[in-house]
């Protein structure tokens, strides 16, 4: 719909609602494409409410839901930390909310100078040598890396079209390879769960553009081979991308940059405490050498003299991933978190996210059932991965049944099915945020559901019981128009 005529209709008071024109007619037409009919209304009805009724329907919606500033929530991969208010306040002053990214740039010098400092702050902590801002997310920051890739080698005129991928990758790798119109090849990793060079060495050729990596990877485990990994690519001639979600793993301690990658997205919203979810916001730079500074998307921010620009002039830039600035809010909180930490204080952030998360491994796994993966000695990193495949073999309880459980006790459960590569998964980061009292709160709670697999295997499988919904038929979550809904409503446990 053109912008017009949704800030038109958008804008029509509630209380002369109708529908009887073209324009209106237009947007019941596009709701009827995206909705079920029963959700759409057949005439406008205004709520006749008091205050206190609007205010305590919503504040009922907000108690039923569950965030990080309630309790731990330890989804694997997604760095789920908590976010200090000083950030929020910071992102709601007048002088960046009120800002127009339509305003020239002699008016927005402040803004500038504090998203070029956030640049350079990335390019040290990262190894990179510029940042581009504008990617709304970690997937959009790969799609960025690897058309800058593409492009890459386009413009040296060599006919490259394969990107290797590990089997413990994020999802979006391999998507964002398929979307930039090349090729995976996949590879996998050992019994300990890391890419060995050979595996390397058999699948590289002329053809290779380069390789997307994690590390640490999905599984919490550092790639031990990663220099001669990046040997092996780089003479072939092909680049490295350094996937940057698990970026706090790191922080302080180690650079991708120092690890041979030519190109990293980080995910400020992850690694540098910014509220996401359900969505969005988001914010995926993307930084790389200086080799590869001509490709970045235009405009990125320069200094000239005292004064800051949009530099317009990359040779070979692929373009622009995000309209003007990117997620400019977002950016300013996680440069109010960088600078409240400072260096050191980062590198105790990554310290006690490691520390956590390898106490709460260490205790789940002395439990019955609960078995690591890969099973090797090694320390985990940020997260780590564990199987339920044994108690799901001998009593029927699947890793969906125990993350279930977890609901009941009121904490959000890890990660489920992921990495693939792990039969029956559980991923599991605490991060840096969470207490020990909270982590031996966590591990007393497995205790428990794994007592009720042996011994009320029911209570486990009917799960969850205590929240406002019972468990949710996926493939109708999945697919609402096309199948009848079938849920629980949870009966409560007393």
């Known amino acids: 719909m053109p912008e017009r005529r949704q800030a038109r209709w958008l804008e029509k008071s509630l209380f002369d609602y109708h529908l009887n024109d073209e324009e209106d007619n237009e947007v019941l037409n596009i709701l009827h494409e995206y909705l079920p009919e029963d959700l759409i209304r057949k005439s406008f009805c205004f709520p006749v409410l008091s205050e206190f009724e609007v205010v305590r329907h919503f504040t009922r919606l907000s108690q039923q839901n569950y965030g990080v500033d309630l309790g731990i929530y330890p989804l694997g991969s997604c760095t789920m930390k908590y976010n200090p208010r000083i950030n929020e306040e910071i992102a709601a002053l007048k002088g960046f909310a009120d800002l127009h990214p339509l305003q020239d740039c002699d008016e927005v010098q402040g803004l500038l100078e504090l998203l070029y400092l956030l640049s350079k702050y990335l390019s040290e902590l990262t190894g990179m040598d510029y940042f581009t801002l504008q990617p709304a997310a970690g997937a959009q920051g790969e799609l960025t890396g690897v058309l800058i890739m593409k492009k890459y080698f386009e413009v040296k005129g060599e006919e490259r079209d394969e990107v290797i991928v590990p089997d413990t990758a994020h999802g979006t790798n391999p998507a964002s390879v398929k979307m930039a119109g090349l090729k995976v090849v996949e590879v996998p990793s050992n019994k300990d769960g890391i890419i060995e060079p050979r595996i390397i060495e058999e699948v590289v050729s002329d053809k290779t553009v380069g390789i997307m990596l994690t590390n640490p990877n999905t599984l919490g485990v550092f790639e031990d081979y990663i220099g001669e990994v990046a040997d092996i690519i780089h003479d072939a001639g092909g680049l490295l991308y350094y996937d940057g979600a698990n970026l706090n793993a790191i922080l302080g301690w180690i650079r991708p940059g120092d690890m041979g990658f030519d190109i990293t997205h980080v995910n400020l919203h992850k690694t540098f405490s910014t509220p996401h979810g359900g969505g969005g916001p988001g914010s995926g730079p993307v930084g790389v050498k200086a080799f590869l500074k001509d490709f970045l998307p235009v405009p990125i921010i320069d200094k000239d003299g005292d004064r800051y620009r949009l530099n317009w002039d990359l040779k070979y830039s692929i373009g622009k991933v995000h309209s003007f600035y990117g997620n400019v ?161 949870g009966a409560g446990d007393g």
């Open 329 to 489: 809010l977002v950016q300013i909180r996680a440069l109010a978190y960088i600078l409240r930490n400072g260096f050191e204080g980062l590198k105790k952030v990554s310290a006690v996210a490691l520390l956590n998360s390898n106490y709460l491994f260490k205790r789940l796994c002395e439990l019955e059932y609960v078995r690591p993966y890969p099973d090797n000695s090694k320390p985990r990193m940020h997260e780590f991965v564990v199987s339920m495949k044994e108690v799901r073999d001998k009593y029927g309880i699947s890793a969906r049944d125990i993350a279930k459980r977890i609901l009941d006790h009121g904490v959000y459960a890890p990660t489920t099915y992921f990495p693939i590569i792990v039969d029956e998964a559980l991923m599991i980061e605490p991060t840096e945020t969470v207490s020990k009292e909270e982590l031996d709160e966590y591990i007393q709670i497995f205790k428990n559901i794994m007592d009720e697999a042996v011994n009320d295997r029911d209570k486990v499988i009917n799960s969850p019981r205590n929240t406002s919904v019972g468990r949710i038929d996926d493939a109708y979550a999945s697919r609402p128009r096309t199948m009848k809904p079938s849920y629980k409503w």
